[in-house]
């Protein structure tokens, strides 16, 4: 059974930074797809990046260019360094794990980004 645990969200101020991780229990995490997802209340939950396992990367147009994802196989840990954080970028931010049609799912990780 695959455990997904993200950590390093927080308060934070605009135009700051911060960097998401979620590790992964498991075998099968350098051969899954990895994304980060989020959800801002009374919104739906939406992509924000997506990495294959070949490194492939893909961003939402809101956060192209302040957002970066990367993995580390040997360490079953994807990250989300965040740049030049907004408001709007205030959400609960989840990780999840999919190979072939099965999805996996972090509890999430809270980022606030004041004004």
């Known amino acids: 059974q695959v455990q997904l645990v993200e950590s390093g969200g927080g308060l934070v101020q605009a135009g700051g930074s911060l960097r998401l991780s979620c590790a992964a229990s498991?075998?099968?995490?350098?051969?899954?797809?990895m994304a980060w997802y989020r959800q801002a209340p009374g919104k739906q939950r939406d992509v924000v990046a997506v990495i294959t396992r070949d490194g492939s990367t893909n961003y939402a147009d809101s956060v192209k260019g302040r957002f970066t994802i990367s993995r580390d196989n040997a360490k079953n840990t994807v990250y989300l360094q965040m740049n030049s954080l907004k408001p709007e970028d205030t959400a609960v931010y989840y990780c999840?794990?999919?190979?072939?049609?099965?999805?996996?799912w972090g509890q999430g990780t809270q980022v606030t980004v004041s004004s």
């Open positions: 999840r794990q999919t190979l072939g049609l099965v999805n996996y």
């Open positions: 498991g075998s099968i995490f350098s051969i899954s797809l």
